[in-house]
Structure formats: structure tokens, C-alpha cells
């Protein structure tokens, strides 16, 4: 790789390296007038299919349904059940991806004019997942048809128990599967091992996105029997804000077909057709048509805040009401739970990371502990990931002895499939989840084996993954270039988020006019360039951190700082910041 600026230590200790190399770049900066092809070439789109990714439309990348297993015989059983008006269940998981699949599914069939309900578990009465408990309540209440979404791929006995007492389960799920799958009526999941190449290589949609073609194999069923002949065809395009809200929030690649259904869903969303999603929006003053980050970072917690500490029901009750005045209630509600979460997962990170400190040079970071709040945990676990640069599963541990983990793993590093074999092991209760995230149920008498076990398995993955750490540059710019308008230019190239990361800058050399601690440890700072520039720069979370005292002590210093330019509306008039990430002494 090319160092990008001569730059092979910095602050952080990392080589800044171009994402592409000079000559396939055309030189160190990107034109004006081809900087998105250059983005796109950098995130690897091959030149023959630029004009596809460029503007990326369902037409240009949806896989035909049909490609999944099982998909054909669960929009068969689906569109009997809408003939014959079946009642049917919707099972869903309590964070954004199984409240939007779960509302997907639940808005179509009402659609339909099928009588539906959605049944969301609560976090800590009932855990993750479907119990045979619930499935068999729910088909003695009267729907003896149930589609799991976000959840299922490991529910052997539930699913074995709902059969047992005639309750037919369709699983809709993404995280990965063992050999053997649940003996349900269908498991339609592209991370299936019995996938065939092509369906297989959709492993990265979230749920929803599976739901969302459930979804179109069920109405190109229902044409080809002749049902829209004297009634109107639900339009599954308008359900789109769903399907973008649920991939961005599970932090899916967007790439390929993930990255068409988040591009037409913001615009779908920004139509602001859905009234519980307006509500959101409003209750996140979210004034301007949303982007990625907003739904990953404003819309996407708030949902999440009713599985984490409130009623696990609350977003799919918002997502699916036509009542304006419960939608604006809930999202209030919403909003007001996710400031709660945020006080409990500031004092269990604090405690976390004063654990960590016990396996400070193992691969992966496991730490335990008495009494933490299961709903935030997954959270924390992102958190520890992000300051330890490496994997962490953080486990409450209730007062039974039964630890409930979550687990967050860095690029490289196959999480999910570690815990499925630690799993068929026998050390754990239950587990699953997919590369990047996972979830378990360990006694607290395993702990210490789970994490020689996790370690032995993923250190030489880890220390792979490491020693490929280097912060790749797309563009470098004078100060005066961070800016609204190049702010505005690189929206073309987007959405971003996981696998299509946004475009980091370098830009320097500039010396620190203010700086100090804003907010909870962010490094606030005015910064000047020799071109007589100033702009505004903040380091997240980095009070403590080694870039963080570095920036509050550069004593004039000049330096070179990397990261992400963004557009700042909350002045009198449009400017532009830098989210630091990195910087680099120039003198």
C-alpha cells in the first residue's frame, strides 16, 4: 500500500495508507469533475459497472426471491393465508431490524386485508428469540401460522413444540445456521449452508431486506393465482423506509442490493409516508430529508430503546399505527427511553472498561458482571470494540448465575461463527448471530472457559486483522476545502455505512486556534491552515484517549488531520466540520 503524505506512524500509532494507490487515483486528489467515479472505484466497483452502482435502483440489483430456499413454499403458504383471510402472527425480535421486518410484514398483510398481530418478547421476561411457550399461546389465541423474523435459524425446540401443537412457524432470518435447521414449514435465510453460490452471496441483507423479498414473492404469487384481478395491488415499494431504517441500524454492507434498498428507501422515507416514522423524525428533529447516519445514529436508538429498557413492543406499535396522535405519543415515549438507556450504558461502559483491564492482551475482551442491564450490553460491547481495537462480548449475569452476552467483532473476525461452535460444545445455553455481532446465554461458572475457548480459536484471526490496521485516505485537501460544497459533492457516491464507508479526507497542515473537552469527552476544536482557512473539528469520546490529550496539547504545534467532512446547518449559515479519527504531527 502507498503511505498516504509520507505519513507511517501517527498520533494513533497506524500508517495512513491510500485507499487506492496514486496511479490508479490519477494523483493524490480527486477532480472535481470525476470524484465520484474516483469514490466509487476506490470502494471497488469495477469501471464496467459504474454507470449500475452510480444510481443504484432495485431494478439494477434485486435477485429473484425464488433464488432462496424455502422462499417459493413460504409465499405459497402466505398467499393461502391470504385467501382464505388466515390469521397469521408475526414474530419479531426487539431491536430495529426485527421491528421493521416485523412492521414490513404486518403493514403488507393488512394490506391484504389478512388479520395480523405482531408478538415481540420481551427482553428480560422472555429473552431472545421464539420460546415453544409463546409460539403455543399464540396459536391457542387463534393463528395457528407464524413467520419469525430476525430470529428462528436456532429455535430447534421452540419450533419442534409449535409443531407438536399444530402451529405452522416460517423462519425469516439472516444470522447463521447450524447443519441442521429447525423443523419448521419453511427457513428462508441466505445464510443457509445448503445455500446454493447464488442466493449465498445476499448473506450480508439484514432480515428485513429477507422480509422485503418475502415479501415480493408473495405478491408474484398472489398474480400468478389471479387475486389482483378485481383489487389493487399493495405497492411494497412504499414499505422501503422500513427495509433502510432496519439494514442501516443492523450495521448491514451496503453494498450491492442493500445499497439499492437503502437508496430508494431514503427517498421513500423522505416522503414521510409512514406517520410513526414522521414521528420519529420529529421527535429527533430531523427537519431535512434523512440520510444514513441520521437513521443510524438518530431513528435507529430510539427504536431500539423500547427492546433495551422499555416495552419491546413500542417500535413496531409506531412503525404500524394510522393514528397520528399514538404515533406522536410513542415516539415521545421513544425518545425519552433513550435518554434513560443512555444514563444506564454510560455507568456498565464505566464498569466494563474498569474490567477489561484483567484481559488486556488477549485477542478477544470478555468481561462480566453482576447485575448490568442485559439491554444495554450490546451497546457497551460496541463501545469496548471501539477503544480496545479488537473483539468484546460484554455478559450480565443475573442473580440466578446465567449470563446473558453480547458480542461485537472487528472486520476480519467471524463472531458469530465462533460462538456457534462454542455453542456445539456444549459451553453455552444458547448463541448465535453473524460476523460481526453476536448473542449467548452462558452459565457464569463457563465464563472463564468461554473466553480461553474464544481466544485460542480467533487469536491468530485477530492478530491478522491488527496487524492489517491502517487508516485508508480517499482525498487529501487544502482546510479550505472542507466545506459545504464538498460536503454536498460526496452525497453523490452515498448512501454510507458498513462495507461503503464514507470518504475520509486528509487535510493539513493546520495549527489548533481552541480546543477543549465538550459533551462526554469530545475534543472540540477551532483549527487554521496556512491558506488562511478555519473550520471546526471534533474527536468522539476522546477526552482520555491518546489523540484526544495529544489535540488538547499540541502547544501550537502543526499537525495533519484525517476524517470525515460534514455538513453543519446548525449555524446561520451552511459550514463544515471534521470528524477526526486520526492526526499526524507536520513538523
Not at 466509487?40 to 425464488?66: C, H, I, K, W, Y
Not at 427492546?307 to 393514528?323: E, H, N, P
Request: charged share 25%; hydrophobic share 50%; with cysteine.
Amino acid at each position: 500500500m502507498t503511505a498516504a503524505l509520507g505519513i507511517t506512524r501517527s498520533i494513533l500509532g497506524q500508517p495512513w495508507h491510500w485507499r487506492r494507490t496514486s496511479a490508479e487515483m490519477g494523483g493524490e486528489s480527486l477532480a472535481p469533475d470525476d470524484l465520484v467515479t474516483q469514490l466509487l472505484l476506490a470502494r471497488g466497483v469495477e469501471r464496467d459497472d459504474l454507470e449500475r452502482q452510480r444510481a443504484p435502483t432495485l431494478r439494477g440489483f434485486m435477485p429473484d426471491p425464488s433464488l432462496f430456499r424455502d422462499m417459493d413454499a413460504a409465499a405459497a403458504r402466505l398467499a393461502d393465508a391470504v385467501e382464505a383471510r388466515e390469521a397469521v402472527t408475526i414474530f419479531g425480535d426487539y431491536d430495529v431490524d426485527g421491528a421493521t421486518s416485523a412492521a414490513l410484514l404486518v403493514r403488507l398483510l393488512r394490506a391484504l386485508d389478512v388479520p395480523v398481530g405482531a408478538y415481540i418478547p420481551d427482553r428480560l421476561m422472555e429473552g431472545y428469540g421464539p420460546s415453544g411457550a409463546a409460539l403455543v399461546k399464540i396459536g391457542a389465541a387463534g393463528s395457528r401460522l407464524v413467520v419469525t423474523v430476525d430470529c428462528g435459524a436456532q429455535a430447534f425446540d421452540a419450533i419442534a413444540e409449535a409443531k407438536a401443537a399444530g402451529v405452522e412457524v416460517i423462519i425469516v432470518d439472516h444470522h447463521q445456521c447450524a447443519t441442521i435447521l429447525p423443523d419448521a414449514f419453511a427457513v428462508v435465510n441466505p445464510n443457509r449452508l445448503d445455500e446454493e453460490a447464488e442466493a449465498a452471496i445476499h448473506g450480508n441483507l439484514a432480515a428485513v431486506g429477507v422480509a422485503f423479498l418475502l415479501g415480493a414473492a408473495l405478491l408474484r404469487t398472489l398474480r400468478a393465482r389471479g387475486h389482483f384481478g378485481s383489487r389493487a395491488e399493495p405497492a411494497l415499494i412504499e414499505l422501503l423506509d422500513l427495509v433502510a431504517l432496519g439494514t442501516v441500524a443492523d450495521v448491514a454492507r451496503l453494498t450491492g442490493f442493500n445499497r439499492a434498498l437503502v437508496t430508494q428507501g431514503l427517498k421513500v422515507m423522505a416522503r414521510r409516508g409512514n406517520i410513526g416514522m414522521a414521528a420519529l423524525m420529529d421527535a429527533a428533529r430531523l427537519t431535512r430529508p434523512p440520510s444514513a447516519s441520521d437513521m443510524g445514529f438518530a431513528l435507529g436508538p430510539r427504536i431500539n430503546a423500547g427492546g433495551r429498557v422499555g416495552k419491546s413492543d413500542l417500535g413496531v406499535r409506531l412503525l404500524t399505527t394510522s393514528d397520528p396522535q399514538e404515533a406522536a405519543e410513542i415516539a415521545q415515549e421513544l425518545n425519552r427511553l433513550n435518554e434513560e438507556r443512555r444514563a444506564i450504558e454510560a455507568a456498565v461502559l464505566d464498569e466494563a472498561m474498569a474490567a477489561s483491564g484483567a484481559c488486556a492482551n488477549a485477542p478477544v475482551a470478555i468481561v462480566a458482571g453482576q447485575g448490568w442491564h442485559p439491554g444495554v450490553i450490546g451497546i457497551v460491547a460496541g463501545r469496548l470494540k471501539e477503544k480496545l481495537h479488537r473483539p468484546a462480548i460484554v455478559i450480565a449475569v443475573d442473580e440466578d448465575g446465567v449470563g446473558k452476552g453480547s458480542g461485537r467483532s472487528i472486520s476480519g473476525v467471524d463472531l458469530g461463527a465462533a460462538i456457534l461452535a462454542a455453542k456445539e460444545t456444549g459451553l453455552l445455553v444458547a448463541g448465535g448471530g453473524h460476523a460481526m455481532a453476536a448473542g449467548l446465554t452462558v452459565e457464569a461458572g463457563q465464563v472463564d472457559a468461554l473466553g480461553a475457548f474464544l481466544n485460542d480459536r480467533l487469536a491468530a484471526d485477530v492478530e491478522r486483522a491488527s496487524g492489517d490496521k491502517a487508516l485508508l485516505i480517499d482525498a487529501v485537501l487544502a482546510p479550505r476545502g472542507i466545506n459545504p460544497l464538498w460536503c454536498d459533492a460526496i452525497e453523490s457516491a452515498g448512501p454510507y455505512g458498513a462495507g461503503w464507508p464514507a470518504p475520509r479526507v486528509a487535510t493539513g497542515p493546520v495549527r489548533i486556534v481552541e480546543s477543549g473537552i465538550v459533551g462526554t469527552d469530545h475534543v472540540r476544536l477551532i483549527v487554521a491552515g496556512d491558506d488562511g482557512a478555519r473550520f471546526k473539528a471534533i474527536a468522539f469520546r476522546s477526552a482520555e484517549s491518546e489523540l484526544g490529550q495529544s489535540l488538547l496539547n499540541a502547544r501550537g504545534r502543526k499537525l495533519w488531520l484525517a476524517g470525515r467532512a460534514k455538513r453543519d446547518d446548525w449555524g446561520s449559515r451552511p459550514a463544515a466540520e471534521l470528524h477526526l479519527e486520526d492526526a499526524a504531527w507536520a513538523d
